[in-house]
């Protein structure tokens, strides 16, 4: 099985900060990485897909990076609403799964 | 707008099982693969399986195996979840989501794009 280790599993910040999220795999997935926004008792929202492809609708401050093993998610310009917990996703195997990572919380600082 | 509607809550005692639906509007339901999550209070988000509603293919996470199945009914464009042999570590939100995948050939590229509002299912005695 395919394992993701995010990091950091926390951070603070302020409005306006530049953010940066990680993603590892424990093998190579390509670019079949995702990346989801969730907020308290709601369901989760793509941000990002094929590693840095941004969904239809997401704000441009919004950007993923990297291939084969290493990810990265970057918010420019954090916004009051981005505060949030952040999720990546492979989706690399058939038949098609997608395990998660195991979450990034953005706090306020 | 494409969306996915889930069923209500559900109390079911230990070992018991529970069924949870899923109905696809605004968009032709055997185009895309349904995937189903869940969310245990606190926690993070755990894949559970998939299903094609093109031809009732599933793909199950091996922790599940066995006390999982996923299912469709085309003619009203849901699709279902039973869990059975309930224990109280099954307490979650249970969501499904929509992907572009609809072969198990398939690998999921443009990700989970629908989501259904999430079903919250306790498991007490």
């Known amino acids: 099985d395919i394992q993701m280790t995010q990091s950091p599993s926390s951070l603070s910040a302020s409005v306006g900060d530049r953010v940066s999220i990680t993603c590892r795999a424990s093998?190579?997935?390509?670019?079949?990485l995702n990346w989801y926004q969730q907020k308290p008792g709601k369901a989760p929202k793509l941000l990002i897909y094929g590693a840095s492809s941004l969904q239809s609708g997401v704000p441009s401050r919004f950007s993923g990076s990297g291939s084969g093993t290493d990810f990265t998610l970057t918010i420019n310009g954090l916004q009051p609403e981005d505060f949030a917990t952040y999720y990546c996703q492979q989706t690399y195997n058939t038949p098609p799964e997608g395990t998660f990572g195991q979450g990034t919380k953005v706090e306020i600082k | 707008q494409d969306q996915l509607v889930q069923s209500g809550a559900e109390v079911k005692k230990p070992g018991a099982s529970v069924k949870v639906s899923c109905k696809a509007s605004f968009y032709t339901f055997t185009s895309y693969g349904i995937n189903w999550v869940r969310q245990a209070p606190g926690q993070g988000l755990e894949w559970m399986g998939w299903?094609?509603?093109?031809?009732?293919?599933?793909n199950y996470a091996q922790k599940l195996q066995g006390r999982v199945t996923l299912t469709t009914d085309t003619s009203t464009s849901t699709a279902y979840m039973e869990l059975r042999s309930l224990r109280s570590d099954d307490t979650a939100v249970y969501y499904c989501a929509r992907d572009d995948c609809r072969t198990t050939s398939c690998r999921i590229y443009y990700g989970m794009d629908v989501w259904g509002q999430g079903t919250t299912v306790t498991v007490s005695s």
């Open positions: 093998q190579s997935i390509s670019s079949y």
């Open positions: 299903i094609s509603p093109l031809n009732g293919n599933t």
